[in-house]
């Protein structure tokens, strides 16, 4: 590395402003310098996306109900220990997200709950269909306004500077919104970027959400668990135009869509959990020969429709259909990734100081399939103990040791193979493509 090049220092650098990635950085005190990246606008992450709710353990007779709908989403595959943890954490979470703004829907001066697939009971809270916007907007506004939290847009994760031989995280190679190549040097990492699926031809997710931590991990022999692990939503919006694909929430089923084939006639149980549901109908399509299948929402209440999902409504109006009046053609599309770099229960990954959270991370509660908006609490449960160690790793920590190996091991970076990041992110996505290839061989 030359003396030209550019060295940014913080104490923690957060990679996503996503739900996680955010959550995260305001659970540091304001003595804690945090920098958050992304590649894209601050917004422009799939947690604004996420439509359907976000799961809360409704009382304590309701622990076994939510215990068991994840473990038997998740095909029994599940880490137990997180499980509990995300449960028992469930109702913190929903309060700080309230302290923090976020306008969940009421019945009265009570919480209102809705039902989605694979629940025994409604345990989600929601705010209209756009649930992921007003958490994370939420989330982003306070960020903002935190003195010890600097958030950098159009910033592309290339690599992370790290030492093999001792096992260490020094912090990030990235390339910055002017072009240059730059070094973040952080006592602490987190990776928050989300899923992968931007790999995919069709997916609910942004494009630019394509795994780049996933591909760093394996580079370094990070270890990672369950990559082969992708969840198929059910119902998204069928469209021929090219792009990402509009999810038609879970909880519409929840309140009384029904699936129908090509003749109008219902073909399956749409509250069982997303794979199931996603296997009859790729059979149904398969049967009739057509590339989606009908949702209809006859059942609800015209009323419910135009309240509760005003997004949804928008958008099918946009395509053409109105949904208070026709049936709106849905296809599986990838959607959300289980797997991911393997983390222990504060998100710590293989590799010291360095931490993975929300969908990047693997942590086991989601098992094979991952029950319906179990994906935010999770990620902001195991966001908040990933700062509360790492706050606590800096009290104890040797901070003359850190600088002294991080600067040895900034000095000895070759920046100049960094200079095409094209050819990096065409390499990883490669990388993460085949290894998931692989994971699927061992499992056949």
Same mark, same amino acid.
């Given at each position: ?284 399509? $398969? #049967? ?6 009908? +949702?209809?929402?006859?059942? @609800?209440?015209? %009323?419910?429709? !135009? ?114 990041? $094209? #050819? ?6 490669? +990388?993460?493509?085949?290894? @998931?290839?692989? %994971?699927?061989? !061992?499992?056949?």
């Amino acid at each position: 590395m030359s003396g030209d090049d550019m060295i940014i220092e913080t104490d923690v650098v957060v990679v996503g402003t996503g739900a996680a990635g955010l959550f995260c950085a305001l659970h540091f005190p304001q003595s804690t310098n945090v920098l958050v990246i992304t590649k894209d606008d601050a917004d422009q992450s799939d947690s604004f996306l996420a439509q359907g709710g976000m799961c809360m353990l409704r009382d304590e007779d309701d622990f076994d109900g939510f215990f068991e709908d994840t473990m038997k989403a998740g095909h029994y595959e599940n880490n137990k220990a997180s499980v509990e943890v995300m449960i028992r954490s469930s109702q913190k979470i929903a309060q700080e997200l309230i302290d923090y703004g976020v306008d969940f829907e009421h019945d009265g001066d009570k919480l209102a709950f809705t039902r989605e697939g694979g629940h025994g009971r409604p345990r989600i809270l929601y705010h209209e269909d756009i649930t992921g916007k007003e958490i994370t907007s939420t989330l982003l506004e306070n960020a903002l306004k935190r003195d010890n939290i600097t958030i950098s847009e159009h910033v592309k994760m290339l690599d992370v500077v790290c030492d093999e031989k001792t096992n260490e995280c020094y912090g990030l190679i990235v390339k910055n919104a002017d072009g240059d190549i730059d070094v973040i040097k952080a006592k602490y990492t987190v990776f928050a970027c989300g899923g992968l699926g931007g790999l995919y031809k069709h997916s609910t997710n942004f494009r630019h959400i394509t795994g780049d931590a996933l591909a760093i991990a394996l580079k370094h022999g990070i270890e990672m668990e369950h990559i082969d692990y992708i969840q198929i939503h059910p119902t998204t919006l069928y469209s021929e135009k090219p792009g990402r694909r509009f999810l038609i929430s879970e909880s519409v089923r929840g309140e009384g869509a029904i699936l129908l084939d090509k003749n109008k006639k219902r073909f399956c149980d749409e509250l069982r959990p997303r794979d199931i549901v996603t296997a009859d109908i790729h059979r149904q399509m $398969e #049967k009739d020969g057509t590339p989606f299948v009908w +949702l209809s929402m006859e059942r @609800i209440p015209e %009323e419910t429709i !135009r309240s509760h999902f005003p997004n949804i409504m928008k958008q099918c109006l946009e395509e053409g259909y109105d949904p208070t009046k026709e049936c709106i053609p849905v296809v599986p599309a990838q959607h959300y990734f289980m797997g991911g770099i393997k983390v222990n229960l504060s998100s710590m990954t293989s590799m010291e100081r360095l931490y993975a959270v929300g969908e990047t991370s693997c942590n086991g509660v989601h098992g094979k399939n991952r029950l319906a908006s179990n994906s935010l609490l999770e990620s902001m449960v195991f966001a908040e103990r990933a700062a509360d160690e790492i706050q606590e790793k800096m009290k104890a920590a040797d901070e003359s040791r850190f600088a002294k190996k991080a600067d040895s091991n900034i000095s000895d970076i070759d920046m100049s193979l960094y200079d095409d990041d $094209e #050819k990096i992110t065409a390499e990883y996505k490669e +990388l993460v493509l085949n290894e @998931i290839d692989k %994971e699927k061989s !061992r499992h056949e």
